[in-house]
């Protein structure tokens, strides 16, 4: 058995000192597809994910209407009042009983609150 592994240690290092020259020029090749896999992780992992999650929220923007109940990203729920997305505005309503309304960018917005959903 130890001859084996001295064997073998031994042609690994003349393989080393002859240092070949056709290998040395096919080592970029494995580089390159270990770099080409890790981008195209990151494109399932993270910019995919971002595109459909910007998506989702430019629709959620644009179905937008007066007597929508949504919630903030800060946590405030209320009714809108007024869309103006030309000054990408929306006033929302807080509170029926002293009628106050607070003003905030469209992006702002986090999602609706359907009338079946509580």
Same mark, same amino acid.
């Given at each position: 058995?130890? *001859?084996?592994? $001295?064997?073998? *240690?031994? !042609?690994?290092?003349?393989?080393? #000192? #002859? &240092?070949?020259?056709?290998?040395?020029?096919? $080592?970029?090749?494995?580089?390159?597809?270990?770099? &080409?896999?890790?981008?195209?992780?990151?494109?399932?992992?993270?910019?995919?994910?971002?595109?459909?999650?910007?998506?989702?929220?430019?629709? *959620?923007?644009? $179905? *937008?209407?007066?007597?929508?109940?949504?919630?903030?990203? &800060?946590?405030?729920?209320?009714?809108?009042?007024?869309?103006?997305?030309?000054?990408?505005?929306?006033?929302?309503?807080?509170?029926? $009983?002293? &009628?106050?309304?607070?003003?905030?960018?469209?992006?702002?917005?986090?999602?609706? !609150?359907?009338?079946? #959903?509580?």
């Amino acid at each position: 058995m130890n *001859l084996i592994f $001295s064997d073998t *240690l031994a !042609i690994f290092a003349q393989a080393a #000192q #002859q &240092g070949n020259a056709p290998q040395q020029e096919n $080592s970029f090749l494995p580089m390159f597809v270990i770099f &080409g896999v890790i981008l195209v992780v990151m494109w399932f992992f993270i910019i995919r994910p971002q595109q459909r999650q910007d998506e989702t929220a430019r629709k *959620l923007i644009e $179905s *937008l209407k007066q007597n929508d109940k949504v919630y903030t990203v &800060g946590g405030i729920v209320g009714i809108i009042h007024s869309v103006d997305k030309e000054k990408n505005e929306i006033v929302l309503k807080v509170d029926e $009983s002293n &009628g106050t309304k607070i003003k905030f960018v469209l992006h702002a917005i986090q999602g609706k !609150i359907d009338k079946e #959903q509580k």
